[in-house]
């Protein structure tokens, strides 16, 4: 593994491996086959693009999404390796270039559209190419009853077969039952290596709030980060179009995204994403599969997903990078009316829409939480954890009540209009309000009528959310969405189980969570001049701002403001063709002018040989006319000094076998001693 780890160093510019990596890169590299499921973000291109790098041959990685595949090849040829695709989305002449470095043998990583495997060319030209290895990204694809089925997917196994190597899979969905399809499809049947790594992603920061002024609570929010990337997540397509207009009227760049607007403007507003880095998009799940980009720094959802696992996958898409990211979900009792409608109005068959208004009920148990949300949603996929600390409820614990009176009002003001209306009706009957239609319905003479006056109609209102959110209520849609008791109410009607309430989502408040800069204040004039530096150079190349460097690197370069290319070389996310491409750019914003260095000496910065070649510099130019000053000039070229650098040579004879007989006489003894302090 030493060399595993040199490598992630000097291409990828790595300290370390995250959670998990490591073992996984290992048992690529050992040919095993392997099924990973890691969470979006957790660094999974790592797991096959380092065993690439350490095996003989080239690595076939299949993936979904062209967008994705041209990123990572970017990526890859930017840490200088050889990297390519196949796409329908390349020109012939670029698809030609790919095949002859494959012919080559050039090739460490080819990128391959699912759609070209079942060309007899592809195969041949396969067969011919050394493949070490079949890497799939997105495996979840092979299965039919996922929303991401790609039918090419299915070939993937019968590829293994006939070129005979091994096969990694990799995924972020973990269910039992895709996982079982994974096996069978890819692996025929027989259990590969598998890595299940923890779903926590602790960089997202959590947060819900009930809904009050809802387009003003995102536009609050986006104000408080303004020129961070974001996503804002809608319900409908209307919305995301009024809300994108909001925002821009603001002096945001703010884009809207669904699946009604044409192929190519919705490819532009993809396209204009991934390269800019202040870009929000206001969209509905539309906008999804395709986004991988790295620096997302927050995405709110103006009203509620889907399901808990929606929730999970959409909040996911923050701080890929690892850098701090924000997730900001807003529900009310008209979400969860859509929710419910949405899946009781669908086709499918009875245990099914069971099950989704089960999974409905975990987000909306999320929503309605009492304590540490992170360990609440683990606890859904079936992890342990501790309070978090880095979620709303950690930060600011709710004040409860003990609910049981005013849900047992509620509840039987329910059943005594018969579950026939809904919350405002409700609402009015409890607080005792002569509205017509209470005056029409005679339910002024109802016992329950005026029982609950301690509360006003919108404190109602909300409790009676928060009794949706605990599934004791839910709209009825046979009866245009009438509240209906369901049985878990039952022992709470009954007085057999208490029920905690809410007390601060009593009283909303519109500012949302608070707003904690990426780096100090003292260092953010700093980190913006770096990220202008940074959208230039992109901009001259062409190329989306984070594949130069991401905001973690940036934001560890305004901390630790290196002054030299050595210090430039230990920020993470530095690597060596990076350090030698964009170093000086970065260290001149950082430092002013860069010091004048030879190229070879500036390459040595990531090997950690930097400082032995200043020793060896310096005694050679107190040798250059000997030890009395006397001598002819004499010196090592500076690539000879670099190799000696690298090479550590332990003894006066290899030094000599280095630089010559000459040059080991004047300086031998001198550099020895310098390579011998050197640790
Ligand atoms: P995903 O698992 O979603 O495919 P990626 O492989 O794209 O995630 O990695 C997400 C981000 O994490 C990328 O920006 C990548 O550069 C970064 N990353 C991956 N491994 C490491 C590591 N060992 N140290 C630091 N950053 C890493
Ligand atoms: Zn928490």
Same mark, same amino acid.
């Given at each position: 593994?030493?060399?595993?780890? /040199?490598?992630?160093?000097?291409?990828?510019?790595f300290d370390g491996f995250r959670m998990g990596q490591?073992?996984?890169?290992?048992?690529?590299?050992?040919?095993? $086959?392997?099924?990973?499921i890691m969470p979006t973000g957790g660094g999974?291109?790592?797991?096959?693009?380092?065993?690439?790098?350490?095996?003989?041959?080239?690595?076939?990685?299949?993936?979904?999404?062209?967008?994705?595949?041209?990123?990572?090849?970017?990526?890859?040829?930017?840490?200088?390796?050889?990297?390519?695709?196949?796409?329908?989305? $390349?020109?012939?002449?670029? $698809?030609?270039?790919?095949?002859?470095?494959?012919?080559?043998?050039?090739?460490?990583?080819?990128?391959?559209?699912?759609?070209?495997?079942?060309?007899?060319?592809?195969?041949?030209?396969?067969?011919?190419?050394?493949?070490?290895?079949?890497?799939?990204?997105?495996?979840?694809?092979?299965?039919?009853?996922?929303?991401?089925?790609?039918?090419?997917?299915?070939?993937?196994?019968?590829?293994?077969?006939?070129?005979?190597?091994?096969?990694?899979?990799?995924?972020a969905?973990a269910?039992?039952?895709?996982?079982?399809?994974?096996?069978?499809?890819?692996?025929?049947?027989?259990?590969?290596?598998?890595?299940l790594k923890g779903f926590d992603r602790p960089n997202i920061h959590l947060a819900f709030a009930a809904k009050n /002024?809802?387009?003003?609570q995102i536009?609050s929010f986006a104000a408080a980060r303004r020129g961070q990337c974001g996503i804002v997540y809608?319900?409908?397509?209307?919305?995301?179009?009024?809300?994108?207009?909001?925002?821009?009227?603001?002096?945001?760049?703010?884009?809207?995204?669904?699946?009604?607007?044409?192929?190519?403007?919705?490819?532009?507003?993809?396209?204009?994403?991934?390269?800019?880095?202040?870009?929000?998009?206001?969209?509905?799940?539309?906008?999804?599969?395709?986004?991988?980009?790295p620096d997302i720094r927050w995405v709110a959802h103006?009203?509620l997903p889907?399901s808990v696992e929606g929730y999970y996958q959409e909040i996911g898409r923050a701080g890929r990078d690892g850098a701090r990211a924000e997730a900001y979900t807003l529900y009310?009792?008209?979400?969860?009316?859509?929710?419910?409608?949405?899946?009781?109005?669908?086709?499918?068959?009875?245990?099914?829409?069971?099950?989704?208004?089960?999974?409905?009920n975990a987000l909306l148990g999320l929503a309605e939480a009492l304590g540490c949300r992170r360990k609440l949603l683990l606890g859904y996929f079936g992890e342990t954890a501790e309070d978090c600390g880095n979620c709303d409820l950690c930060e600011n614990p709710p004040e409860t009540f003990?609910?049981?009176?005013?849900?047992?009002?509620?509840?039987?003001?329910?059943?005594?209009?018969?579950?026939?209306?809904?919350?405002?009706?409700?609402?009015?009957?409890?607080?005792?309000?002569?509205?017509?239609?209470?005056?029409?319905?005679?339910?002024?003479?109802?016992?329950?009528?005026?029982?609950?006056?301690?509360?006003?109609?919108?404190?109602?209102?909300?409790?009676?959310?928060q009794?949706?959110g605990h599934?004791?209520?839910?709209?009825?849609?046979?009866?245009?969405?009438?509240?209906?008791?369901?049985?878990?109410?039952?022992?709470?009607?009954?007085?057999?189980?208490?029920?905690m309430l809410r007390k601060d989502v009593l009283k909303p408040t519109s500012s949302g969570p608070k707003v904690r800069a990426l780096v100090s204040d003292e260092d953010a004039?700093?980190f913006?001049?770096?990220?202008?530096?940074?959208?230039?150079?992109?901009?001259?190349?062409?190329?989306?701002?984070?594949?130069?460097?991401n905001d973690k690197t940036l934001i560890e370069m305004a901390k630790r403001?290196?002054?030299?290319?050595?210090?430039?070389?230990?920020?993470g996310g530095?690597?060596?063709?990076?350090?030698?491409?964009?170093?000086?750019?970065?260290?001149?914003?950082?430092?002013?002018?860069?010091?004048?260095?030879?190229?070879?000496?500036? /390459?040595?910065?990531?090997?950690?040989?930097?400082?032995?070649?200043?020793?060896?510099?310096?005694?050679?130019?107190?040798? $250059?006319?000997?030890?009395?000053?006397?001598?002819?000039?004499?010196?090592?070229?500076?690539?000879?000094?670099?190799?000696?650098? /690298?090479?550590?040579?332990?003894?006066?004879?290899?030094?000599?076998?280095?630089?010559?007989?000459?040059?080991?006489?004047?300086?031998?003894?001198?550099?020895?001693?310098?390579?011998?302090?050197?640790?």
């Amino acid at each position: 593994m030493q060399q595993a780890n /040199k490598l992630l160093k000097d291409v990828f510019g790595f300290d370390g491996f995250r959670m998990g990596q490591e073992e996984i890169v290992q048992s690529v590299a050992n040919g095993e $086959n392997v099924l990973a499921i890691m969470p979006t973000g957790g660094g999974k291109s790592l797991c096959f693009q380092l065993p690439a790098l350490l095996n003989d041959g080239v690595t076939l990685v299949i993936s979904p999404l062209i967008a994705l595949m041209r990123d990572q090849v970017a990526g890859l040829q930017q840490a200088g390796v050889e990297a390519g695709a196949i796409t329908s989305a $390349n020109s012939e002449a670029e $698809n030609d270039a790919v095949v002859l470095a494959l012919r080559e043998r050039r090739l460490k990583l080819l990128y391959l559209a699912p759609e070209r495997l079942s060309s007899f060319v592809t195969k041949s030209l396969l067969r011919d190419a050394n493949v070490s290895l079949i890497a799939v990204d997105e495996a979840h694809c092979v299965s039919q009853w996922g929303h991401d089925f790609r039918p090419d997917y299915l070939r993937i196994g019968e590829l293994r077969q006939f070129l005979n190597v091994p096969l990694a899979a990799f995924t972020a969905t973990a269910d039992e039952e895709t996982r079982g399809e994974i096996v069978e499809r890819l692996f025929d049947g027989r259990q590969p290596t598998t890595f299940l790594k923890g779903f926590d992603r602790p960089n997202i920061h959590l947060a819900f709030a009930a809904k009050n /002024k809802p387009r003003q609570q995102i536009t609050s929010f986006a104000a408080a980060r303004r020129g961070q990337c974001g996503i804002v997540y809608c319900a409908t397509r209307a919305k995301t179009e009024g809300l994108a207009k909001a925002l821009r009227d603001e002096g945001h760049n703010a884009r809207h995204y669904h699946g009604a607007m044409d192929p190519s403007e919705r490819r532009d507003v993809e396209r204009r994403f991934n390269v800019e880095d202040d870009l929000i998009v206001v969209a509905t799940i539309a906008f999804g599969m395709g986004v991988d980009k790295p620096d997302i720094r927050w995405v709110a959802h103006a009203d509620l997903p889907k399901s808990v696992e929606g929730y999970y996958q959409e909040i996911g898409r923050a701080g890929r990078d690892g850098a701090r990211a924000e997730a900001y979900t807003l529900y009310g009792q008209e979400d969860i009316r859509l929710r419910r409608a949405q899946i009781d109005e669908g086709l499918a068959p009875a245990d099914r829409q069971e099950a989704d208004h089960a999974r409905l009920n975990a987000l909306l148990g999320l929503a309605e939480a009492l304590g540490c949300r992170r360990k609440l949603l683990l606890g859904y996929f079936g992890e342990t954890a501790e309070d978090c600390g880095n979620c709303d409820l950690c930060e600011n614990p709710p004040e409860t009540f003990d609910g049981t009176q005013d849900a047992r009002k509620a509840l039987s003001a329910v059943l005594r209009t018969e579950e026939r209306f809904g919350a405002g009706h409700i609402a009015d009957v409890l607080t005792g309000k002569l509205t017509d239609k209470v005056a029409q319905f005679g339910h002024d003479a109802l016992p329950t009528f005026g029982v609950g006056r301690e509360h006003t109609a919108p404190q109602w209102q909300m409790i009676i959310r928060q009794l949706m959110g605990h599934d004791f209520l839910r709209p009825d849609p046979s009866r245009h969405g009438a509240l209906r008791i369901t049985l878990k109410a039952h022992p709470l009607l009954k007085g057999e189980a208490p029920v905690m309430l809410r007390k601060d989502v009593l009283k909303p408040t519109s500012s949302g969570p608070k707003v904690r800069a990426l780096v100090s204040d003292e260092d953010a004039p700093l980190f913006s001049a770096l990220k202008a530096k940074r959208r230039y150079l992109a901009d001259t190349a062409s190329l989306p701002a984070y594949i130069v460097f991401n905001d973690k690197t940036l934001i560890e370069m305004a901390k630790r403001k290196p002054t030299s290319l050595d210090e430039m070389a230990m920020i993470g996310g530095v690597g060596a063709k990076k350090l030698e491409k964009y170093g000086r750019e970065f260290l001149s914003v950082i430092i002013g002018d860069t010091p004048k260095q030879h190229p070879t000496r500036a /390459k040595l910065a990531v090997s950690d040989a930097g400082a032995l070649f200043d020793q060896l510099q310096d005694a050679q130019t107190d040798l $250059n006319r000997g030890s009395d000053g006397t001598e002819k000039p004499l010196s090592c070229p500076t690539t000879m000094l670099a190799k000696l650098a /690298k090479m550590k040579p332990q003894s006066l004879n290899d030094i000599e076998r280095l630089i010559g007989t000459k040059r080991a006489e004047r300086f031998g003894d001198a550099f020895l001693e310098r390579i011998k302090q050197d640790r």
